[in-house]
């Protein structure tokens, strides 16, 4: 059950979400947004798809792969009862996630990412350039959080978690945001799982946060 937040999340979540209904049970015509879309002819029944979801769903892999990293260390960095009950949820939820994003791009010809934290290609201006997703760490953070221990990785850890969170939630607004996106049903579907699910783990990471025993 989602916990309640302060009123402003509260509108935040309700906007979002309104505006992925929206797109879901009203689509724009793809042409008339100037969106890029894959020819729906191929995909009998479905609404067509946009680069920003092909991008979306791609980028999602990557950020989920670095997210099973961290809490894969949990259990070999001394990590305390609690920390270790949420990355497993975590480890569970992101590998069920990644299958079924890797699905969905080789079901509509889109090459298909490995499971790995690694940087995703764009091009921007024609030039193809390299990026993280929004919230992912740096090498410099994911180096700090191997070398904690006990105490000290389970505060790096929940603070990290935190800002990786928020950049899933950043991406689902980002793409509900881009015109003629979030239509396909499977694409709306994800986003708003990250979603809800994203921000509450966020805030019961911020509470775990001030339970820690002060260093």
């Not at 670095?66 to 609690?82: K, L, N, R, Y």
């Not at 070398?147 to 950043?170: I, K, N, S, Y």
Request: glycine residues 6%; aromatic residues 6%.
């Amino acid at each position: 059950m989602i916990e309640s937040g302060p009123p402003a999340r509260a509108v935040l979540v309700g906007l979002t979400v309104s505006i992925g209904i929206a797109a879901a049970h009203h689509p724009a015509p793809a042409q008339a947004v100037g969106a890029q879309v894959a020819p729906a002819a191929a995909y009998p029944g479905r609404y067509p798809f946009t680069e920003a979801d092909v991008h979306f769903v791609t980028g999602m892999i990557s950020h989920h792969a670095q997210a099973i990293v961290m809490a894969g260390w949990a259990p070999t960095h001394d990590a305390s009862e609690s920390v270790r009950r949420l990355c497993e949820r975590i480890i569970n939820a992101q590998t069920d996630e990644i299958q079924l994003m890797q699905v969905w791009l080789r079901d509509r010809n889109q090459p298909v990412p490995e499971a790995k934290p690694l940087p995703v290609r764009m091009k921007m201006g024609g030039v193809e350039h390299e990026m993280l997703m929004p919230g992912m760490l740096t090498d410099e953070q994911m180096k700090r959080l191997d070398q904690a221990r006990g105490g000290e990785f389970d505060r790096l850890f929940l603070t990290f978690m935190v800002q990786h969170h928020r950049g899933a939630v950043t991406m689902v607004e980002q793409l509900f945001s881009s015109p003629g996106a979030g239509q396909d049903e499977a694409v709306y579907k994800f986003a708003s799982d990250i979603f809800a699910d994203q921000t509450t783990e966020i805030e019961r990471m911020q509470k775990m946060l001030l339970t820690l025993p002060l260093r």
